[in-house]
């Protein structure tokens, strides 16, 4: 449960409106879940139990923890989520692979696990951007927090009607990113091959060499060739 409200559900439902995620703060996980002000005279109705809307208490609190827990659960057995956990867990990459998969969770919540390699290369190859551009970064993982939010990731996610609007969005988005203040666009392009953002890349090209034959989008595949190789 801790792992998905006080991470992902959180972190998904500032980045709705924009918000930085604070969970450096005290008790953040009970202001953010906490039940809603109404008007007393119009009564609370409409739920359709979306991650982004307004808590109401009670049973709804509790039928909406149970169904993302059990959203989460499938989540979790997918391989594309598995090979995640096992190359990037290194405590050193571990703030980095846990925003990606705070992304990925979001879109899996609306489309599943529809194209979810395609989706996976995308947001890591965004979310590297960020990494592979900066030498120092703060240990408590807001510097890609605050990257993965001001991206607007989730709101592609949330405009897009179908996986292929969400795709060619996140990939103009990549183009950019890298023609203004992430110049840096792969792991290739590093001045030295070693240290952390080269082993961000190499565990990046590690997943991928797996997840290749799993990718069926030709331009996106093309793309993971032409950064990680076959």
Known sequence: MERVLGY???RL???MRKHDSQEETYRYVQREFQAAPIMNDIPPFGEQFKFYEKIQGGTHFFVYVE??????EQFCELKSVKLLRAHLSDGRYAQFADTIETLMFGYYLKFGNQYL???FFCISRLMALYRYNTYAVARNG???RSFANHSEVVLMVDQATSPTFFLAEMIAK???LTAGDYPIRTGLDLDEAHGVRWG???????IFHILLGDVTESIIRHKI???YGK
Do not use: K
Request: hydrophobic fraction near 40%.
């Open 8 to 10: 992902h559900l959180y």
């Open 13 to 15: 439902r500032q980045w």
């Open 67 to 72: 169904m993302f827990i059990h959203r989460y």
């Open 117 to 119: 390699p395609e989706v």
């Open 142 to 144: 807001i510097g890609v």
């Open 174 to 176: 990549f183009e950019e």
């Open 200 to 206: 961000i890349y190499e565990s990046l090209r590690r």
């Open 225 to 227: 060739v032409e950064e």
